[in-house]
């Protein structure tokens, strides 16, 4: 018997997220074995193999798991927040079965965590990734005319994929982003225009390298499209591949200041900005500690009264405080200004 984990889902079941993989390995493992979804790991041992796939940095790690069991681990968590396609073809190219998490769904449903329209509304969509391996999936087994959730985190430059976003939408209602998806500014520029898109909840990736000139032409010319989504919400990242070896003090300065400034641009847009995930750039400590606090302050509503100099002044320790202090007057008067703003529209 083979055993099934969706690591999120079991801890974290308010999120609501299928796992793509789950329901691609149930769809083809069921073929030939007897398979089933564990919704806790005490009866684990009772498995001859277990996929375990975990997609956020929480809960149980490996270490606390009983040894001596048969486990293959996958998903984001252990990939770098990029889906990695199966090796077997024929397990990512299965047709994903959400049936697999019916029995858990109806459970959540005795919990009061999720209700009948839930299920419903999880039953009756197509679950696709697009792009893998430098290849395209099989939009066959789309049902039609139903809404679609794709679990993209990444737009490949080796091929038209905005071709394929347009096939996509001829036969579908409407496309729902479930993870946050990477791209870079000439792709924003396309995937906007994507008229069936829905807004992304878990937000957009852009290179920290967009200027503030940039964003404010693609916010500007999209204007119509970002006003309908309820809750705006772009991001902001600093990719590795952007600049080879250049994380200088000068780079992380203008990557900084650019931030602060998109930041501004957006809010009179009437769109949120959550500027870069400090954790990927290989940084000194200086300018790491700087970039979390930024991540900070634009990520939560709560600090929107604050502008970024008060904030750190408030929350940073004194050594930080002390850098900041330093650069703020090294700063010319319409960089300061930058630091003076808060994030409420004026």
């Not at 430059?157 to 209602?173: A, V």
């Not at 898109?197 to 204007?223: F, H, Q, R, W």
Request: net charge positive; charged share 25%; with cysteine.
């Amino acid at each position: 018997m083979i055993g099934l984990v969706d690591h999120d889902l079991m801890f974290a079941p308010k999120k609501k997220k299928l796992n793509l993989e789950i329901m691609k390995l149930y769809s083809f493992l069921r073929q030939n074995n007897t398979v089933k979804l564990l919704t806790d790991i005490e009866t684990i041992n009772d498995y001859e193999k277990i996929y375990w796939r975990k997609d956020r940095d929480y809960y149980y790690s490996k270490k606390d798991l009983p040894q001596g069991i048969d486990i293959e681990w996958g998903g984001l968590a252990y990939t770098k927040k990029k889906y990695i396609p199966f090796s077997n073809l024929q397990i990512e190219r299965s047709n994903p079965d959400p049936y697999v998490y019916y029995d858990f769904l109806f459970e959540m449903v005795n919990k009061n965590i999720f209700t009948i329209a839930d299920i419903e509304k999880m039953m009756t969509v197509d679950y696709l990734r697009l792009f893998g391996s430098n290849s395209v999936s099989d939009l066959a087994f789309l049902k039609g005319n139903r809404n679609v959730m794709l679990y993209d985190t990444n737009l490949p430059s080796s091929i038209d994929w905005y071709e394929t976003f347009i096939d996509l939408e001829k036969s579908i209602r409407r496309i729902h982003l479930v993870n946050m998806i990477h791209m870079d500014y000439q792709q924003l520029i396309k995937f906007l225009s994507i008229k069936k898109l829905c807004y992304p909840k878990e937000g957009i990736m852009l290179d920290v390298g967009i200027t503030p000139a940039d964003l404010l032409i693609v916010l500007e010319s999209n204007n119509k499209l970002i006003s309908r989504w309820s809750y705006p919400y772009l991001k902001f990242y600093a990719n590795k591949n952007y600049i080879d070896n250049c994380y200088d003090d000068e780079w992380c300065h203008n990557s900084f200041i650019y931030a602060l400034w998109n930041i501004k641009v957006a809010i009179n847009q009437n769109i949120l900005l959550h500027a870069v995930d400090y954790k990927t750039l290989l940084i000194s400590e200086k300018y790491k500690d700087i970039f979390r606090l930024l991540s900070l302050w634009s990520a939560s509503r709560a600090t929107q009264h604050f502008t970024f100099k008060q904030y750190c002044l408030k929350n940073a320790n004194k050594k930080t405080k002390q850098v900041i202090i330093q650069m703020y007057n090294s700063l010319s008067i319409e960089e300061k200004y930058l630091f003076d703003f808060n994030r409420l529209k004026t």
